[in-house]
Nanobody, 120 residues
Framework: VQLQASGGGLVQVGGSLRLSCAAS????????MGWYRQAPGKQRELVGR???????NVEDFVKGRFTISRDNAKNTVYLQMNSLKPEDTAVYYC???????????????WGQGTQVTVSS
């Protein structure tokens, strides 16, 4: 299973970006998918996630600005980021909780990270 994240870049304050993360491979099923971020000198933190491909939630510090969604047919999770602030500058990582066999254990896979820089 491989996760490929894309969509990061440099944007001005108040701008928008849409991140995508596609899972590829075969013979697996995905439970949850989500986005984390890590700013310089800080710990990685959860931004939002989709739960079993149905419900979604984002953390309070981005609520009202960020939206997470998922296309189950494409095994892809998206993060729509609006009204960006300088404090949103970070490397954004996607992850997926995957079953490689039906009823088997769940493994967490991570994408490579995509840089988001918000300039003031």
């Amino acid at each position: 299973v491989q996760l490929q994240a894309s969509g990061g870049g440099l944007v001005q304050v108040g701008g928008s970006l849409r991140l995508s993360c596609a899972a590829s491979g075969s013979g697996f099923s995905i439970n949850n998918m989500g986005w984390y971020r890590q700013a310089p000198g800080k710990q990685r933190e959860l931004v939002g996630r989709t739960i079993s491909g149905r419900s979604t939630n984002v953390e309070d510090f981005v609520k009202g600005r960020f939206t997470i969604s998922r296309d189950n047919a494409k095994n892809t999770v998206y993060l729509q980021m609006n009204s960006l602030k300088p404090e949103d500058t970070a490397v954004y990582y996607c992850n997926a909780d995957v079953n490689l066999t039906p009823g088997g254990p769940t493994f967490r896979y991570w994408g490579q990270g995509t840089q988001v820089t918000v300039s003031s």
